[in-house]
Every structure is written in structure tokens, then in C-alpha cells.
């Protein structure tokens, strides 16, 4: 604050003076530079307070969720009843605050993605606490009475304090974030990194505290803080550079060793001892030092610019053809990385696959990795621009995409299947913990069950995984919420089996049952989102489609099971056809509330309520047809509404499936051929027109091409980032026409305009004030490119798309507004210069440090709003087919040659 304080005062003064100086000469140049001076520094000045004080206020909600942290690392150690009421005295007014101030904090921010989180995070202690406090009563009353299901109780309740803990912590990181980067993932090593850093940071006093307390006991929280400070060390070993791996290693596994022989000191009675200081002395000062080494390993990470491969199988797809189009140039490996995770993930996917769809894609796998290989290989030895390899990588291009789209198809027909039964794995676990004492074979059950059920969770969380990197597309919300989903999932699992577990032991527990029902509901809403998520992400379309086929196989199952009068086998066909057919009517319900078009959804719901009403009488003829497998009438009937149900599915196929093309006019039918003549008097060729007399016929407009500008032609410099950005906006729409499409030309004029502000501002041609004009074109731009956007988002039937393409749309006008004023003050850095000096290709370099941190604004600025223009046009193509019928929208959206095969 001081700093920021003195800034201002001194550039009051010089205010003052330039006053004076201009009222005794109004063109004095002096006074020109300290009125420039004084203005920017009256600007930055009052900045940098406003900074400061947020930054205090948010200082002060990270104190209090501090000491949430703190009350939660001594949970396990409440033992009694007392005890635990003194607890939730303590903790209750800490929530409350934290719960007031984050909710007040999230309404402030800019930023949409760092609202959902608080509100998710926020929502997820709400839910939580009173679990953990359930649990931390059942342990106390096992313990105490020293019954059975004791450690199970202890799991439950550091399971949910530890999930509090990283919710609490990850409101922690978030508060801290002053910036939001569209390809930054919460997968990604980087953000991962950050994270381990901030609870290596929470966990830093705990430690401490226990290091400085010769009579703290093994196995207590503070011993626990420092390995938890270890293993979360040792994660961020795991993905930074080489050179800070090896130190952090080291000192991880210095710090174990001395704190294995401190805890054997202090369990033998020896804790007040010199040896054992000493020890203490030096594991304080290792934490201090592995502290260190961890924030320069991220530092360095962040700063070394080392791209790592998406996260989606689109993504690696797209990275994969930026270096097939030139494989001779070095992407640090980036594309062959990428090539590499495609071929693994559909290895993955085909596990899973039945025996011919197995072999095709694990074929295709195999293609594409020896091809990919043999590229490498050229790339390696310099003959990457040969013939040869430019065959191999356009021939690769090609089965990259076969096999992106045989990935996504395998991800649904994995959908389809996994999630056809989501109730009864939990249902037949519940009964079995819910069984009497007494119940013949109640422990085995429960065994048996239990096992069913973590094999449907890790099945349910392994397609959660291939759908959000192979289905998703570049849906990066939805690919994480995935990825969280099919996590949480994991994670409930054994809580839920450990609390069934103490149901069986106390059946009569109030709490018992309570803690139990709170679980089983927690599991069952997660396991509900993951398939919500599922749905959402796969092509509703294909997923009916091949919920058809599967019901048709489960027919021809059926129809085997009457002619061998198998009853049982019957049962169960019948049962997988109403699951699927109930599948297919949960999506069209989510289609049609998702849909403001009013005949999708009329047409939608009639298709529904046909389906709906088909299914109750198949599954009743069915149950004829199991009781007397010999009756041919019964069987006759179940044919008969098994077609109805078919024939309903298919309609309701039909209805969700858009056909973009139903108002084209059929053609004509050909001419007879009998009654066509060559010689025909009546059709003899039209008179000549007249020639020109006085001009020549204009000419015709030249064929729509990109190549009359040149600021595209060479791939730009990594020091070039505002022209990277410019150029990955530039490669991104010129792959659609921009005839009769106003959005695709406007961000057409968008990244030329910024190519333009990237050759100004590195000195090739122009002065300040081409470079504030510059800035001022593309902020006008990016007001035209809302505006375009939000005229077809507002005749958009999709809610999900018209919702995504205005979040996307919305940051547009702030950030070219920003890029403006920086562009204003990046050209008032220049002092008196009127052509702006060339820095030799690179676009911050030099100056002072000043000039250096507006450049670097101006190149964050830059980038996220070609980013933003980028989401913007997918978004609006993915809306483009969901338009009223009525609304009169003429945007045409067709695709040109791809950009990597030009």
C-alpha cells in the first residue's frame, strides 16, 4: 500500500507542474512529458491501490477458510461427545462466515468459470458437514463401547474431513485468481502443480506445531501434515522439469527417513531428548528448504512454456495436424506426444468393444502408430519436407480422423451399454445391508454385493474417462465435470461399502442408519450426474441409433429363448429391452426440455408418450410368454408389441435427428431418352447479343480466397505471441466461407487487424497513433462480432448451445475495450518518438521494465481475445443448426478446403 501510495503523490506532483509549466508555456515539451507522466501515474497508481484492497479483503476470507482447515485436521481426534460438541461450536460460526463471505466474494467476480467453482464448492461443505459430523458421532460411540466396525468409522470420517479440506482449499486457490485461461484444465500439470502447492501451504503450521512438541504421539495430525506435505512434494516431482525433479526427490526422501526416526524416538519415550531436537531442528529446516525447491519448480514450469497435449482426443487431433501439415519443423514433439495419447486412448476404448469392433479399431491403432512411427523416423534423420513423409502425414491426417470417429462411436456404444442399469447395483447392495440379523447367509451377501457394486463403479468411472477425452469434443466444462464425476465416484465407493458394514453391525443406531442413507444418497446423485454428463456429451441421434440395434439383439435373444423354452433367459432380454427403451425416452426428455422450438417439441413429445405407452404391454405379454414358454398365441402377441416398441424408438429417431436439408426441392426426373433430338427445328441455339459499344462487360468477381493477404504466409516465431494468436485465429476460420456468413468475416478482420497491431508493435511501418487506431478497429470488431453472436444466439432453439455461445460471446467487448486502453499505453511508453523503433522480429523485448509489463499485458490481452473469438465462431456454428424456423436468419455456414490440407 505505501508503494502504491508514494506512486500517486509523486504523480500528483508532477501534475502540478506540468500545470505550472503549461501556464507559462503552453507548447513547452517538458511540461507535455510530465503532464504524460502524471496522468499515467495518477492511473496506475489509483490501480494498484484498488488491487491492494481487494487483495486484503481477500486475505481476509482466506484467514478464516484457514482456520476451517485447522478445525478440520483435528477431527479425528475428538473422541468424545463433549468433545465433539465443543467441535461443532467452534466450527459452525467459521462456516457460516466463510459460507456469507465467499458468496458475497463470487457475486464480484468477472469471471463465470471462477463463480461456478466458488458456488460448487461452497454447495459441496454445505452438503458435507453435517455428514462429517454424523460420522465423527458413530466413531465416537464405536469407540467408546469398543465395538466393531471402528476403523471402517475412522475412514468414513477422515475421508469426508479430507474432502472438505480440498473443497475449503480449492475455494483457497480460486479467491487467489486474478486471471482465467481458456486452455488451461484442472488435468493439466501446471494447474495440478498449484494446487499441491497451496496444500503443502496449509499443511505448513501443522507440521511445525508438531515438530515443536517433544510429546506429540505417532500417528497424530501434525505427523500426518508432514506427509502430507511429502506426498503432495512428490506430486509436483512427477510433472516438473527435469532439472527440480531430482532435488525434490531427494529431499522428500532426507525429510522421510528423519521424521521415521523422530517418531521412533518419541514412541519409545525419548522425545525430550538432544538426538531428538536435533532432529526436530533439521526437519523444520528441510521443510523450509523442500518449500523452496517446490515454488521454483512451478515457477520454472510456468515460465519455461513447455505445451503439453490436450486433454480431449479433438484437441490431440488438432495438435497432431499442426505439425502433419509441416513435419519437418520442430514442435518440441508436441504432435508426435499427441499422435501417441490418440492411439492409447483407442486402445483403451476397445477393451470394452465386442470381438469385430475390437479388431477394426485396435487395426486402425496399429495403422496409425506404425505410420506415425515411420513419420518420426523421417522427421528425426532431417527428411521431414521429403515426398515421402508429406505422403506418410497426409495419409496419417487421414486415419487420425477414422479413428477419432471410430473412438467416438465406440464411447457411445459404451454409454449405451454401461449405463443402462444404474439402480439396481445399488439397490440389491442397500438390501443387503439393510438385511435382518439372523438373515441365512447375510455376511456373504453383503460380500457378493459389495463387489458388484465397486465393479459397476470402476466401470461407470472408466467410461466417464473415454467419454470426457473422447466424446466431449473441446466442451472443456463438460469434459471436467467428467472427470470430477467419474472421481467422486471412485471415492464414495469403499465409504459407502464401510458404512453398510457398521448398518450390518448396528442395525438399531439411529446415526448408524442416518450416516448410511446420507451416503447411499450422495453415491446415487453422483453416479446420476455422470450419467446426465454422459448423455450430454454424446450425439443423441447415434445414441438412439444404437440403443435400436442393442434392443434388436436382445430380440433376437428373446425370440431363442421361446424356441428352446428357456424362461429365465426370457426374463432377462425382456428386462435390458425396458431398460434400453426407457434409456432412449430419458434422452428425448432431455432433448425436448432442452428445446424452445415448439414443433421439436411436440413432435418430440408425441414420439415420447408413443414409446412410453409401448413398453408397459411388451413387458406384460412377456411375463405371459415366461410362464408358458409353449404358448405360440402369447408369443404372437409379444412379437406384435415388441414391433410397436421398435417402430415407436425409430420415431422417436426420426424426431431428435435434424436434417438440415429437408427443404431442399427434390430433383426433376431425367428426360425420356426416346424423346430428346439433336436435330430438333424448335430448338435451335439464341440469337447472338449485341456486342459492347462504348465499355467492356464488367468483370466477374475473383473466386473467395485468402490469398491476397500476406500476413499469414509464414508460420510466425515463438517470440511473436500476439501474432501467434493472430495466426491460430486466422487458421481457425478460414476453413468456412465468409460469403454470406457476417460472423466468419468479421473474425476474419479480427485476426488481420491484430496481425497488423503485432507488425506495429514491433516496429515494421507505422507511429503511435497507427497503433492506437489499430487497437481501436479491433475493439469495433469485437463489439460486431457480439452483436453478430448474440442475434443468432437469441434465435437459437438449443438452450445448452445458446447458453455456451453468450458466456462465450460476452467477454468479448470488455477484453477489446482493455486491449484499447493498453494499446493507448503501451504507445504513450514510447515518450516522444513518432515511429515506433523495430525490435528484430520480437514482440517484448527491451525497454524498460515499465514498457516490458505493459507489452506483456497488452500480449495477454491479445491472446485471450482471439481465444474468446475463436470459442465464439464454434459456438456459433454448433448453434447455427438450431434456429427458428421463422426467424429469418441467412447465415451460411460452408465448409472450404481444411486448413491443413492447403
Same mark, same amino acid.
Not at 56 to 60: A, G, L, P
Not at 268 to 284: K, M, T, V
Not at 459 to 471: D, I, L, Q
Not at 697 to 703: D, F, L, Q, S, T
Given at each position: 500500500?505505501?508503494?502504491?501510495?508514494?506512486?500517486?503523490?509523486?504523480?500528483? $506532483?508532477?501534475?502540478?507542474?506540468?500545470?505550472?509549466?503549461?501556464?507559462?508555456?503552453?507548447?513547452s515539451?517538458?511540461?507535455?512529458?510530465?503532464?504524460?507522466?502524471?496522468?499515467?501515474?495518477?492511473?496506475?497508481?489509483?490501480?494498484?491501490?484498488?488491487?491492494?484492497?481487494?487483495e486484503?479483503?481477500?486475505? $481476509?476470507i482466506?484467514?478464516?477458510?484457514?482456520?476451517?482447515?485447522?478445525?478440520?485436521?483435528?477431527?479425528?481426534?475428538?473422541?468424545?461427545?463433549?468433545?465433539?460438541?465443543?467441535?461443532?461450536?467452534?466450527?459452525?460460526?467459521?462456516? %457460516?462466515?466463510?459460507?456469507r463471505?465467499?458468496?458475497?466474494?463470487?457475486?464480484?467476480?468477472?469471471?463465470?468459470?471462477?463463480?461456478?467453482?466458488?458456488?460448487?464448492?461452497?454447495?459441496?461443505?454445505?452438503?458435507?458437514?453435517?455428514?462429517?459430523i454424523?460420522?465423527?458421532?458413530?466413531?465416537?460411540?464405536?469407540?467408546?463401547d469398543?465395538?466393531?466396525? #471402528?476403523?471402517?468409522?475412522?475412514?468414513?470420517?477422515?475421508?469426508?474431513?479430507?474432502?472438505?479440506?480440498?473443497?475449503i482449499n480449492?475455494?483457497?486457490?480460486?479467491?487467489?485468481?486474478?486471471?482465467?485461461?481458456?486452455?488451461?484444465?484442472?488435468?493439466?500439470?501446471l494447474?495440478?502443480?498449484?494446487?499441491?502447492?497451496?496444500?503443502?501451504? %496449509?499443511?505448513?503450521?501443522?507440521?511445525?506445531d508438531?515438530?515443536?512438541?517433544?510429546?506429540?504421539?505417532?500417528?497424530?495430525?501434525?505427523?500426518?501434515?508432514?506427509?502430507?506435505?511429502?506426498?503432495?512434494?512428490?506430486?509436483?516431482?512427477?510433472?516438473?522439469?527435469p532439472q527440480?525433479?531430482?532435488?525434490?526427490?531427494?529431499?522428500?526422501?532426507?525429510? %522421510?527417513?528423519?521424521?521415521?526416526?523422530?517418531?521412533?524416538?518419541?514412541q519409545?519415550?525419548?522425545?525430550?531428548?538432544?538426538?531428538?531436537?536435533?532432529?526436530?531442528?533439521?526437519?523444520?529446516q $528441510?521443510?523450509?528448504?523442500l518449500?523452496?525447491?517446490?515454488?521454483?519448480?512451478?515457477?520454472?514450469?510456468?515460465? %519455461?512454456?513447455?505445451?503439453?497435449?490436450?486433454?480431449?482426443?479433438?484437441?490431440?487431433?488438432?495438435?497432431?495436424?499442426?505439425?502433419?501439415?509441416?513435419?519437418?519443423?520442430?514442435?518440441?514433439?508436441?504432435?508426435?506426444?499427441?499422435?501417441?495419447?490418440?492411439?492409447?486412448?483407442?486402445?483403451?476404448?476397445?477393451?470394452?468393444?465386442? #470381438?469385430?469392433?475390437?479388431?477394426?479399431l485396435?487395426?486402425?491403432?496399429?495403422?496409425?502408430d506404425?505410420?506415425?512411427?515411420?513419420?518420426?523416423?523421417?522427421?528425426?534423420?532431417?527428411?521431414?519436407?521429403?515426398?515421402?513423409?508429406?505422403?506418410? =502425414?497426409n495419409?496419417?491426417?487421414?486415419k487420425?480422423?477414422?479413428l477419432?470417429?471410430?473412438?467416438?462411436?465406440?464411447?457411445?456404444?459404451?454409454?449405451?451399454?454401461?449405463?443402462?442399469?444404474?439402480?439396481?447395483?445399488?439397490?440389491?447392495?442397500?438390501?443387503?445391508?439393510?438385511?435382518?440379523?439372523?438373515?441365512?447367509?447375510r455376511?456373504?451377501?453383503?460380500?457378493?454385493?459389495?463387489?458388484?457394486?465397486?465393479?459397476?463403479s470402476?466401470?461407470?468411472?472408466?467410461?466417464?474417462?473415454?467419454?470426457?477425452?473422447?466424446?466431449?469434443?473441446?466442451?472443456?466444462?463438460?469434459?471436467e465435470?467428467?472427470?470430477?464425476g467419474?472421481?467422486?465416484?471412485?471415492?464414495?465407493?469403499?465409504q459407502?461399502?464401510?458404512a453398510?458394514?457398521?448398518?450390518?453391525?448396528?442395525?438399531?443406531?439411529?446415526?448408524?442408519?442416518?450416516?448410511?442413507?446420507?451416503?447411499?444418497?450422495?453415491?446415487?446423485?453422483?453416479?446420476? *450426474?455422470?450419467?446426465?454428463?454422459?448423455?450430454?456429451?454424446?450425439?443423441?441421434?447415434?445414441?438412439?441409433?444404437?440403443?435400436?440395434?442393442?434392443?434388436?439383439?436382445?430380440?433376437?435373444?428373446?425370440?431363442?429363448?421361446?424356441?428352446?423354452?428357456?424362461?429365465?433367459?426370457?426374463?432377462?432380454?425382456?428386462?435390458?429391452?425396458?431398460?434400453?427403451?426407457?434409456?432412449?425416452?430419458?434422452?428425448?426428455?432431455?432433448?425436448?426440455?432442452?428445446?424452445?422450438?415448439?414443433?421439436?417439441?411436440?413432435?418430440?413429445?408425441?414420439?415420447?408418450d408413443?414409446?412410453?405407452?409401448?413398453?408397459?404391454?411388451?413387458?406384460?405379454?412377456?411375463?405371459?410368454?415366461?410362464?408358458?414358454?409353449?404358448?405360440?398365441?402369447?408369443?404372437?402377441?409379444?412379437?406384435?408389441?415388441?414391433n410397436?416398441?421398435?417402430? =415407436?424408438?425409430?420415431?422417436?429417431?426420426?424426431?431428435?435427428?435434424?436434417?438440415?436439408?429437408?427443404?431442399?426441392?427434390?430433383?426433376?426426373?431425367?428426360?425420356?431418352?426416346?424423346?430428346?433430338?439433336?436435330?430438333?427445328?424448335?430448338?435451335?441455339?439464341?440469337?447472338?447479343?449485341?456486342?459492347?459499344?462504348?465499355?467492356p462487360?464488367?468483370?466477374?468477381?475473383?473466386?473467395e480466397?485468402?490469398?491476397?493477404?500476406?500476413?499469414?504466409?509464414?508460420?510466425?516465431?515463438?517470440?511473436?505471441?500476439?501474432?501467434?494468436?493472430?495466426?491460430?485465429?486466422?487458421?481457425?476460420?478460414?476453413?468456412?466461407?465468409?460469403?454470406?456468413?457476417?460472423?466468419?468475416?468479421?473474425?476474419?478482420?479480427?485476426?488481420?487487424l491484430?496481425? *497488423?497491431?503485432?507488425?506495429?508493435?514491433?516496429?515494421?511501418?507505422?507511429?503511435?497513433?497507427?497503433?492506437?487506431?489499430?487497437?481501436?478497429?479491433?475493439?469495433?470488431?469485437?463489439e460486431?462480432?457480439?452483436?453478430?453472436?448474440?442475434?443468432?444466439?437469441?434465435?437459437?432453439?438449443?438452450? *445448452?448451445?445458446?447458453?455456451?455461445?453468450?458466456?462465450?460471446?460476452?467477454?468479448?467487448?470488455?477484453i477489446?475495450?482493455?486491449?484499447?486502453?493498453?494499446?493507448?499505453?503501451?504507445?504513450?511508453?514510447?515518450?516522444?518518438?513518432?515511429?515506433?523503433?523495430?525490435?528484430?522480429?520480437?514482440?517484448?523485448?527491451?525497454?524498460?521494465?515499465?514498457?516490458r509489463?505493459?507489452?506483456?499485458?497488452?500480449?495477454?490481452?491479445?491472446?485471450?481475445?482471439?481465444?474468446?473469438?475463436?470459442?465464439?465462431?464454434?459456438?456459433?456454428?454448433?448453434?447455427?443448426?438450431?434456429?427458428?424456423?421463422?426467424?429469418?436468419?441467412?447465415?451460411?455456414?460452408?465448409?472450404?478446403?481444411?486448413?491443413y490440407?492447403?
Open positions: 500500500m505505501p508503494a502504491a501510495l508514494q506512486r500517486v503523490e509523486s504523480a500528483s $506532483k508532477f501534475l502540478e507542474e506540468a500545470s505550472a509549466m503549461l501556464k507559462s508555456d503552453p507548447y515539451q517538458p511540461a507535455r512529458k510530465k503532464l504524460i507522466e502524471g496522468s499515467r501515474g495518477i492511473l496506475q497508481g489509483t490501480s494498484a491501490l484498488l488491487l491492494c484492497f481487494d486484503s479483503e481477500v486475505r $481476509k482466506i484467514r478464516e477458510c484457514k482456520r476451517v482447515l485447522d478445525y478440520l485436521a483435528i477431527a479425528e481426534v475428538v473422541d468424545s461427545l463433549e468433545d465433539l460438541v465443543r467441535f461443532v461450536q467452534d466450527l459452525s460460526p467459521c462456516l %457460516s462466515k466463510v459460507s463471505e465467499v458468496d458475497s466474494r463470487q457475486q464480484e467476480l468477472t469471471h463465470q468459470v471462477h463463480r461456478e467453482i466458488l458456488l460448487r464448492c461452497l454447495e459441496e461443505v454445505k452438503t458435507l458437514t453435517p455428514i462429517l454424523c460420522s465423527m458421532k458413530i466413531f465416537i460411540q464405536i469407540h467408546s469398543g465395538g466393531r466396525g #471402528g476403523a471402517e468409522a475412522a475412514v468414513n470420517r477422515d475421508y469426508l474431513a479430507q474432502r472438505m479440506s480440498d473443497e480449492e475455494i483457497i486457490r480460486v479467491l487467489q485468481l486474478t486471471t482465467y485461461d481458456e486452455e488451461e484444465w484442472d488435468a493439466d500439470n494447474t495440478g502443480m498449484k494446487r499441491a502447492l497451496n496444500v503443502i501451504d %496449509s499443511k505448513m503450521q501443522g507440521g511445525h508438531w515438530l515443536g512438541d517433544p510429546r506429540a504421539l505417532r500417528g497424530g495430525v501434525g505427523e500426518k501434515s508432514v506427509r502430507g506435505i511429502l506426498d503432495e512434494a512428490r506430486k509436483v516431482a512427477e510433472h516438473c522439469l527440480d525433479r531430482d532435488p525434490i526427490k531427494k529431499i522428500c526422501s532426507d525429510i %522421510s527417513s528423519m521424521t521415521n526416526a523422530l517418531c521412533e524416538l518419541r519409545s519415550g525419548q522425545g525430550d531428548s538432544p538426538q531428538a531436537e536435533s532432529l526436530s531442528r533439521a526437519i523444520e $528441510k521443510l523450509n528448504e518449500t523452496g525447491l517446490v515454488l521454483r519448480a512451478v515457477t520454472n514450469t510456468e515460465r %519455461s512454456g513447455i505445451l503439453q497435449p490436450a486433454h480431449t482426443v479433438t484437441g490431440r487431433l488438432d495438435q497432431a495436424r499442426r505439425w502433419l501439415v509441416a513435419p519437418s519443423v520442430d514442435d518440441k514433439g508436441l504432435g508426435q506426444r499427441a499422435i501417441a495419447l490418440c492411439v492409447e486412448e483407442a486402445r483403451k476404448v476397445a477393451d470394452g468393444l465386442p #470381438g469385430v469392433q475390437k479388431a477394426e485396435l487395426n486402425l491403432s496399429d495403422e496409425v506404425s505410420l506415425y512411427h515411420h513419420l518420426a523416423e523421417c522427421s528425426r534423420r532431417g527428411d521431414g519436407h521429403t515426398p515421402q513423409a508429406l505422403a506418410i =502425414a495419409q496419417l491426417i487421414h487420425l480422423a477414422e477419432k470417429n471410430k473412438i467416438q462411436s465406440a464411447v457411445v456404444s459404451r454409454v449405451v451399454e454401461d449405463f443402462v442399469d444404474t439402480v439396481t447395483p445399488l439397490k440389491t447392495f442397500t438390501d443387503a445391508a439393510l438385511a435382518a440379523e439372523g438373515t441365512p447367509g455376511e456373504a451377501t453383503f460380500s457378493d454385493r459389495a463387489t458388484t457394486l465397486q465393479s459397476f470402476n466401470r461407470v468411472a472408466k467410461t466417464a474417462r473415454m467419454v470426457a477425452a473422447g466424446g466431449c469434443g473441446d466442451n472443456k466444462k463438460l469434459a465435470s467428467l472427470l470430477s467419474a472421481a467422486q465416484v471412485e471415492s464414495l465407493t469403499p459407502l461399502v464401510n453398510g458394514r457398521i448398518r450390518m453391525a448396528y442395525p438399531d443406531n439411529q446415526a448408524v442408519n442416518e450416516h448410511f442413507e446420507n451416503l447411499r444418497v450422495q453415491y446415487a446423485d453422483a453416479v446420476n *450426474r455422470v450419467r446426465h454428463h454422459c448423455d450430454e456429451a454424446v450425439d443423441p441421434g447415434h445414441f438412439i441409433q444404437l440403443s435400436e440395434e442393442a434392443i434388436k439383439k436382445h430380440t433376437v435373444l428373446c425370440e431363442n429363448a421361446i424356441m428352446s423354452q428357456q424362461p429365465g433367459k426370457m426374463v432377462d432380454n425382456t428386462s435390458s429391452i425396458a431398460r434400453l427403451a426407457n434409456r432412449v425416452l430419458m434422452v428425448a426428455r432431455q432433448e425436448a426440455d432442452n428445446s424452445e422450438d415448439p414443433m421439436f417439441i411436440q413432435t418430440l413429445a408425441w414420439a415420447a408413443q414409446l412410453q405407452g409401448t413398453v408397459p404391454p411388451m413387458v406384460h405379454k412377456a411375463k405371459d410368454v415366461a410362464l408358458s414358454p409353449s404358448d405360440q398365441t402369447a408369443a404372437a402377441r409379444w412379437r406384435t408389441l415388441n410397436e416398441l421398435l417402430g =415407436a424408438i425409430g420415431n422417436v429417431k426420426n424426431a431428435v435427428v435434424v436434417y438440415p436439408d429437408d427443404n431442399v426441392p427434390d430433383l426433376p426426373p431425367p428426360p425420356e431418352i426416346q424423346k430428346l433430338y439433336l436435330n430438333d427445328a424448335s430448338d435451335r441455339a439464341p440469337p447472338r447479343p449485341p456486342s459492347p459499344h462504348q465499355y462487360p464488367p468483370r466477374p468477381p475473383p473466386p480466397t485468402d490469398d491476397e493477404d500476406d500476413m499469414f504466409k509464414h508460420t510466425p516465431q515463438p517470440n511473436q505471441p500476439i501474432m501467434m494468436a493472430a495466426h491460430g485465429l486466422h487458421q481457425e476460420v478460414r476453413q468456412w466461407s465468409s460469403k454470406d456468413n457476417d460472423i466468419v468475416a468479421a473474425a476474419k478482420r479480427m485476426a488481420l491484430m496481425a *497488423r497491431l503485432s507488425q506495429l508493435v514491433r516496429g515494421e511501418g507505422g507511429n503511435k497513433k497507427d497503433l492506437i487506431a489499430c487497437a481501436k478497429e479491433i475493439a469495433e470488431s469485437s460486431e462480432v457480439t452483436r453478430l453472436a448474440k442475434e443468432l444466439a437469441r434465435d437459437c432453439t438449443d438452450k *445448452r448451445m445458446r447458453t455456451s455461445l453468450l458466456q462465450v460471446c460476452e467477454r468479448i467487448p470488455t477489446g475495450t482493455q486491449l484499447k486502453i493498453l494499446s493507448t499505453v503501451k504507445a504513450t511508453m514510447l515518450g516522444a518518438q513518432d515511429t515506433i523503433p523495430r525490435r528484430l522480429d520480437a514482440e517484448v523485448i527491451g525497454g524498460t521494465e515499465e514498457d509489463e505493459a507489452t506483456e499485458m497488452l500480449v495477454g490481452n491479445a491472446q485471450n481475445l482471439m481465444q474468446s473469438v475463436k470459442e465464439t465462431v464454434r459456438a456459433a456454428e454448433a448453434a447455427s443448426i438450431k434456429m427458428r424456423t421463422d426467424a429469418g436468419v441467412r447465415m451460411r455456414w460452408v465448409r472450404r478446403q481444411p486448413w490440407q492447403y
